[in-house]
């Protein structure tokens, strides 16, 4: 995709520029209240985003092609495709932010990640709204890898959920000191819901073929 490759030149130029002013040692970890806990190196820590942005977008883009039901992921792969966009550009944020830190700005990392993940986690949503059953991209359980009907069902759910678990994270503006639970908790709570239900949705297309 041209936004990855768009992406590798900015985060090259940002990391040129910043290894001129950033300390020999740089944060690179933040525990659940946004407080530093860890540190790396200076060259380690201008790369360590941008390669994973570049390594997970990739692998992203292969996945499909070695999917038995390939040809159900080109039902939605526009939407897949804005997905891994939307995903790239969220580390390239996170590094941005990271570097910005690192030259000393007094942010706050969880007041101003927070929004981006609850975007992300919200785009999540309207790509379950649009996948069609596969065997890596969506909610797989047994149950819905088993059933057309069982998937369909599933993710209109899951849709609606990880939408409204987008929306909640968003409060992580206002309490950023519990921001990581309050994605915890809304991100393991639909997920949950999500399984639960393919089960009983099975079970019940099970029942009405007996």
Same mark, same amino acid.
């Given at each position: 995709?041209?936004?990855?490759?768009?992406?590798?030149? +900015?985060?090259?130029? #940002?990391?040129?520029? %910043?290894? =001129?002013?950033?300390?020999?040692?740089?944060?690179?970890?933040?525990?659940?209240?946004?407080? *530093?806990?860890?540190?790396?190196?200076?060259?380690?820590?201008? *790369?360590?985003?941008? !390669?994973?942005?570049?390594?997970?977008? &990739? &692998? =992203?883009?292969?996945?499909?092609?070695?999917?038995?039901?390939?040809?159900?992921?080109? #039902?939605?792969?526009?939407?897949?495709?804005?997905?891994?966009?939307?995903?790239?550009?969220?580390?390239?944020?996170?590094?941005? =932010?990271?570097?910005?830190?690192? +030259?000393?700005?007094?942010?706050? +990392?969880?007041?101003?990640?927070?929004? !981006?993940? $609850?975007?992300?986690?919200?785009?999540?949503?309207? +790509? #379950?709204?649009?996948?069609?059953?596969?065997?890596?991209?969506?909610?797989?359980?047994?149950?819905? =890898?088993?059933?057309?009907? *069982?998937?369909?069902?599933?993710?209109?759910?899951?849709?609606?959920?990880?939408?409204?678990? $987008?929306?909640?994270?968003?409060? $992580?503006?206002?309490?950023?000191?519990? !921001?990581?639970?309050?994605?915890?908790?809304?991100?393991?709570? !639909? %997920?949950?819901?999500?399984?639960?239900?393919?089960?009983?949705?099975?079970?019940?297309?099970?029942? $009405?073929?007996?």
């Amino acid at each position: 995709m041209l936004i990855l490759g768009i992406l590798a030149i +900015l985060s090259v130029g #940002l990391g040129v520029f %910043a290894y =001129l002013y950033l300390p020999q040692q740089v944060a690179s970890h933040w525990n659940a209240q946004g407080q *530093v806990n860890g540190y790396s190196g200076r060259l380690s820590g201008l *790369v360590i985003l941008p !390669a994973l942005a570049i390594g997970i977008g &990739l &692998l =992203l883009l292969f996945i499909p092609e070695i999917d038995p039901l390939k040809a159900n992921i080109q #039902l939605f792969r526009s939407e897949y495709n804005g997905f891994i966009a939307v995903f790239a550009l969220f580390l390239f944020y996170l590094h941005i =932010l990271t570097v910005a830190i690192n +030259l000393g700005l007094a942010i706050s +990392l969880n007041q101003l990640m927070f929004p !981006a993940i $609850g975007f992300l986690i919200f785009y999540m949503g309207l +790509l #379950l709204g649009k996948a069609h059953r596969n065997y890596f991209i969506g909610i797989r359980t047994p149950w819905t =890898l088993n059933s057309d009907t *069982v998937w369909n069902k599933t993710h209109r759910l899951g849709s609606k959920l990880f939408e409204v678990a $987008g929306a909640i994270t968003l409060l $992580g503006i206002f309490f950023p000191r519990y !921001a990581v639970y309050i994605l915890l908790i809304t991100i393991l709570g !639909a %997920a949950s819901i999500t399984t639960v239900y393919s089960y009983f949705a099975f079970r019940q297309e099970s029942q $009405g073929k007996s």
